[in-house]
């Protein structure tokens, strides 16, 4: 967890935090442009899910795939910081009331003109989402309707609440619906169906007639704008309550349409959110007289909003979606020197080295005195072809090319441990890159990579005792850590400390991934051997 100040990946600056049931945002202002964003991540205690973070990526990408909606909160990219999974987000800001989501509205009587502009809103943000691909939001409620300064609403967190899984701890949200069978929700807003684990648009319909319902029925507490209430967190009651009880009935203009929404029957209910659209805008042209102003035009994606969806889809895994995105952007702006040094990551992950290396020099042409993270942008492909000349074998390059980029800014972490990389791949003195490595966990101290490489040189140096400090901080900061945990275990296995060794090596083997296959059969092997002494 960060705390208030504490600076993100050396560029977002902590202003606020947010924490709610299905995770933590950061309020920040990103250093250099002074832009507002919004970082929404996982707690603490759900980082060890692996299941979840695959769900949240799914979602993300689901969420950053609709690009830019006048009523749907633009999901920017995604990315991982210090290990841990983020989607940099639009930030609403808080108008002089310090209110910016529709709950800060529901209990002071809303106009009802108001509440049928927002609905009308609403059905059109979540019909153009479903139309890109979503399946279902799964957590409507009125915590996830942002307002805008301008008075319109902004839909949040799609897909969010499918990714949580319930976990045998005491740090929960009792209010909340747990994933199961891929769908989540919050008990008083989740559909009869939800807690079967199924959701779809209608299921949504569900959630949002509940939001329409608390608008009019002039209640001041939860409790009394509810159609049906129980101040019990108890799964199976308000499980019972959607399936079984029966709506409090309003005197009000709107409750036909509401009472449809909450028809237990999904099949009763409305077909879709442009059908109870169109009974909205019906009963907002008989209010008014006046048929409801067209929404907003949708507009196109400028080039650097192309080269963050590009980004955050290569580092999403979908690298010919991305380069379609990136050559897009280039396109647009044969200047754009973010997206030359993305289409460059994008080759050099796929091994097409020569292609790589020139883009990431039509990006230094272009990129004289830009900055990306902090660091100026030369920087960035500086690194990078160090890197590329590296895996080419040409070593007085890489290094000529990491130094450059240290040289260019000295905080750059990367380029320090990348350095120490070159100086041990090149056979130049184990002292070098032992020196680099420390520069570089100087700069980022919590830079498990470098601990875990400082722990290597240190093996080799002999040095074990700072080495097993090096593996065990490399744990402590990413304890997944397969490879550090090996090295480790070799380190117990020669010392003579068997149960050490043992231990270590289990833990590799618990998180070895598919391409340590042959380490996890030697680790095995050393395992046996040492519970089996000749």
Known sequence: MYSMGAVIDGRYKVRDII?????VVYVCVEDGTNIPVALKTFRDEDLDDSSAINSFKREALKWI????????????????????PHIVMELIPKDEEGRNVLSDFVYDGVPYKQILEWGIQFCIGMSYAYSKGIEAHADIKPDNIMITLEGNIKITDFGIAKSIKKKSNNNLDTNFLYSCDGCGGTLQWAAPEQFDGFCNEKSDIYGFGIVLYQLISGGKTLEESLPFYSDSDDVVEWANLHKYASIKPLSHDLFPIIKKCLEKNPEQRYKSFNELKDSLEEKYQKLTGTPISFPPKIKSLGTVELSNKGIALFRLGLKEEAKSVIKNAINKNQGNYFAHHVLGRIYESEGKLNKAKKKYFEALKYAPKHTFNNIPLFAHSNNNLGNIFLKEGNCDEAIKYFKTAIRSSKNYYRAHYNLGVAYSTCKKPLTFAFKKYLDAININPDYAEAYANLGVVAFDLNWF?????AYKKA?????????????????????NRPRHAIRAYLNFIRYAGPNLTDKVEEAENIIFNIANPT
């Open 19 to 23: 924490r709610g049931g299905m995770g």
């Open 475 to 495: 744990i402590r900061i990413k304890k997944d850590y397969a490879e550090a945990y090996f090295n480790l275990g070799n380190l117990y296995w020669v010392q």
């Open 465 to 469: 005792e700072c080495s097993e400090s």
């Open 65 to 84: 795939t609709l690009d830019t909606h006048p009523y749907i909160v633009k999901a920017n990219y995604y990315d991982e910081y210090q290990y841990r």
